[in-house]
């Protein structure tokens, strides 16, 4: 069974930055998407962003386009979200998947593994 480990969430004011990192418990796993969703209270889960292991563009949702960035560390397993001038509405819990394929998608049932989530409030 693979785990994922969030770390990074936090307070923030309005226009700061947090950096998320996401890590795979099993080294004999490779990844081939790894992806960020978020819940915030009393809404749906939302995509926010993938990124495939053999590279090529990643995926973003559009109201995180300019503001959020999605790395990963292919050696390591991990897959970073750096994001900058956090507004109030990016208040969530944010959860990283993974996928054993290459599918590069916004839809939820097609990642396989999911971490427990890590909270991030944004003051205004």
């Known amino acids: 069974q693979v785990q994922l480990v969030e770390s990074g969430g936090g307070l923030v004011q309005a226009g700061g930055s947090l950096r998320l990192s996401c890590a795979a418990s099993?080294?004999?796993?490779?990844?081939?998407?790894m992806a960020w969703f978020r819940q915030a209270p009393g809404k749906t889960r939302e995509f926010v962003a993938a990124?495939?292991?053999?590279?090529?563009?990643?995926l973003y949702a559009e109201i995180v386009k300019g503001r959020f960035t999605i790395s990963r560390d292919i050696a390591k397993t991990t897959v970073d979200l750096q994001m900058n001038n956090l507004k109030a509405e990016d208040t969530a819990v944010y959860y990283c998947?993974?996928?054993?394929?290459?599918?590069?998608?916004?839809?939820?049932?097609?990642?396989?593994?999911w971490g427990q989530g890590t909270q991030v409030t944004v003051s205004s």
């Open positions: 998947a993974v996928a054993r394929e290459f599918l590069i998608t916004s839809q939820g049932d097609r990642y396989d593994y």
């Open positions: 099993q080294r004999t796993f490779t990844p081939r998407t």
């Open positions: 990124i495939t292991l053999g590279g090529g563009s990643p």
